[in-house]
């Protein structure tokens, strides 16, 4: 039997370390990796030394730099692509993270607990935030219509969960974004996602059979 810390070391992103629950939420995401023989690493894991310093800004940067030195040493990534703090967009910190690893070719996939498109998070975020509807624009050179906040931005990836930007890298590293009302349940089904793509859907099923 193969020892679990040579698996393949996964970056385990998203918005849960702000989360109430973080810990033991990553446990559970950790047994789960073991079960499909992966390594999961946590933003927490390493960072001990962070516990013991005030807040403030070279905390602040120091967090960056080990979360960064995590990614570097891991081999693919699973990222929790939630709304954060209520608005329609995911954690700004994790969409940079996304881009660090896809600058570095390595596999990704993602899961939410939310699977509304980016539209209609964007169109419930101003109904509630700022009893302000979107509103639609034809363009005389345009052939769809589009649509725009109250600050007149365009609302934009239709089709998508959040960002292009965002699901578009996962994507182009091979993964997907799997929807779950679970968080556990979502995380399991881009974990299964992830494996297959590191050891091939053939072998993995065979694993889980063994």
Avoid at 128 to 142: G, V
Wanted: proline share 5%.
């Amino acid at each position: 039997m193969a020892d679990p810390l040579n698996y393949p070391r996964v970056y385990l992103g998203g918005d849960l370390v702000f989360r109430n629950n973080a810990q033991q939420l990553f446990k559970a995401f950790k047994e789960v990796c073991l079960e499909l023989r992966l390594h999961g690493v946590s933003p927490f894991d390493g960072q001990e030394e962070v516990d013991a310093l005030p807040p403030g800004k070279e905390t602040s940067l120091l967090i960056a730099r080990l979360d960064r030195g995590l990614m570097d040493k891991c081999d693919a990534a699973l990222f929790c692509i939630d709304p954060f703090r209520r608005a329609a967009d995911m954690d700004p910190g994790t969409a940079v993270e996304i881009g660090y690893m896809a600058a570095q070719n390595k596999p990704m996939a993602g899961y939410t607990t939310d699977g509304r498109s980016y539209h209609a998070k964007v169109q419930t975020y101003f109904e509630q935030a700022w009893h302000t509807p979107l509103t639609q624009e034809r363009p005389h050179t345009a052939a769809r219509v589009r649509w725009l906040d109250a600050d007149s931005m365009i609302v934009h990836s239709e089709g998508l969960l959040q960002n292009a930007m965002v699901e578009g890298f996962i994507r182009q590293a091979g993964g997907d974004i799997a929807i779950a009302e679970d968080i556990l349940d979502a995380f399991r089904a881009a974990a299964v996602t992830l494996a297959d793509l590191i050891y091939g859907a053939t072998q993995q099923e065979a694993a889980s059979h063994g």
